[in-house]
């Protein structure tokens, strides 16, 4: 009998941000912690895998306000899973009172 374990990783990716503030940004958004997702039994009978590239909105707290797919994973479960799962990324909160801004979060579905 073959055991097969799944692998689920968010990845952190700036997204556009305002070039003066950039540093400061760039520090807030990549390090954030984000939820691995669920992935379910019934996934592993259909084999589903794949890499689903989000971009979240942050707000000046560091709560994800907003999430769209950029890429999808060519499978509608595993990119609402991952959807779900960015809803509790949370990111350094700005020092500033900063506006929002957009950071992408990568996560790559691999059976091993």
């Known amino acids: 009998m073959i055991i097969r374990s799944i692998a689920a990783l968010s990845l952190i990716a700036?997204?556009?941000?305002?070039?003066?503030?950039?540093?400061?940004?760039?520090?807030r958004l990549t390090n954030?912690?984000?939820?691995?997702?669920?992935?379910?039994?019934?996934?592993?009978?259909?084999?589903?895998?794949?890499?689903?590239?989000?971009s979240v909105l942050v707000d000046a707290n560091g709560n994800v306000?907003?999430?769209k797919v950029i890429s999808s994973s060519g499978s509608p479960a595993l990119d609402k899973a991952s959807l779900r799962a960015s809803?509790?990324?949370?990111f350094q909160p700005a020092s500033n009172g900063a506006a929002p801004v957009?950071?992408?979060?990568?996560?790559?579905?691999?059976?091993?």
Do not use: F, H, M
């Open 14 to 27: 700036l997204s556009t941000i305002n070039p003066a503030s950039a540093a400061t940004t760039t520090n």
């Open 32 to 54: 954030a912690e984000c939820d691995v997702p669920a992935y379910r039994n019934t996934w592993q009978d259909d084999e589903l895998q794949g890499n689903v590239k989000l």
């Open 65 to 67: 306000q907003d999430t």
């Open 87 to 90: 809803t509790s990324c949370k």
């Open 102 to 112: 957009w950071a992408q979060v990568q996560y790559k579905w691999v059976l091993n």
